[in-house]
Nanobody
Framework: QVQLVESGGELVQAAGSLRLSCAAS????????MGWFRQAPGKEREFVAA????????YYADSVKGRFTISRDNAKNTVYLQMNSLKPEDTAVYYC?????????????????????WGQGTQVTVSS
């Protein structure tokens, strides 16, 4: 079992920055990849960023590439999402997710079904 708790979401002006955190507990955090997804009202949950177990590889959606950075601190059991140059279209509930299953498919990081544990989400609102 893995428990995930996100924090850091808030109301911010366009062009501003936020850092989201996701604290994990349960199974060994350093052994599995982590991801961030988001869901805007009326839209499906979409991939934002992912990171491998040791931080050696990171993946980003085209819409956030160059603006967002995913990182992890395995000593603190925490994954982060640094969000810069925020836009109103970044407004959404942001979820972190853990991939503990050993099964991998092509572009696994973009696939919600690859992740088997999810947090409750944190709201990010970007005003114009």
């Amino acid at each position: 079992q893995v428990q995930l708790v996100e924090s850091g979401g808030e109301l911010v002006q366009a062009a501003g920055s936020l850092r989201l955190s996701c604290a994990a507990s349960g199974r060994s955090f350093s052994s599995y990849p982590m991801g961030w997804f988001r869901q805007a009202p009326g839209k499906e949950r979409e991939f934002v960023a992912a990171i491998t177990w040791n931080g050696g590889s990171t993946y980003y959606a085209d819409s956030v590439k160059g603006r967002f950075t995913i990182s992890r601190d395995n000593a603190k059991n925490t994954v982060y999402l640094q969000m810069n140059s925020l836009k109103p279209e970044d407004t959404a509930v942001y979820y972190c997710a853990a991939k503990t299953s050993p099964k991998y498919v092509i572009n696994w990081y973009e696939n919600r079904e690859s992740f088997d544990y999810w947090g409750q989400g944190t709201q990010v609102t970007v005003s114009s």
